[in-house]
């Protein structure tokens, strides 16, 4: 486990604290189905980063695919972020971006966002206040994309 200036600290695949956040998370029992392996692993394959903040009251899981996604979206996708602690997301955020950029270099960050699920007026509110910005829908229509590159945000 590695200790990490400022609210995150890296934890590995399978972290039973924080599956026991992704059980918390609105996508868990959509895809509860075959997420979890006989290992205990909750995070799909390719290059992985686990996030845990100190009182495990929050998780973030950063994945890097390394063949190419039938969704053509490219760069470190966020799979999950779930915040229960009184720090604001956008600040946790903020953070966990620069960590993903420190391992992965000018990469491209994207994630999804299921509007209907989201209980804010404004999916993806605290990706946008940390500096993401929308970039279309999935190819269903149902999810949102939002992305966020070095070259375009400014993280403060």
Known sequence: ???????????????????????????????????LRGNGLFVGPGEKMVLLTLNCLAVFVWQCSTVERRDGQDGVRCSIFRNETSVRSSDLI???MQLAW??????????????????SPNPGYCFKMAGWRYCG????????????????????
């Not at 609210?7 to 189905?33: C, E, I, M, N, Q």
């Open 1 to 35: 486990m590695l200790l990490i200036d400022g609210h995150w600290l890296t934890v590995h695949d399978g972290d039973a604290r924080a599956l026991a956040l992704l059980k918390r998370h609105y996508s868990y029992k959509r895809r509860a189905r075959g997420r």
């Open 94 to 96: 903020r953070e966990a």
């Open 102 to 119: 420190l391992r992965w270099p000018g990469e491209r960050l994207f994630t999804y966002v299921a509007d209907a699920k989201v209980r």
């Open 137 to 156: 829908r999935n190819a269903d229509g149902r999810l949102s994309i939002l992305e966020a590159s070095p070259l375009l945000t400014v993280v403060g």
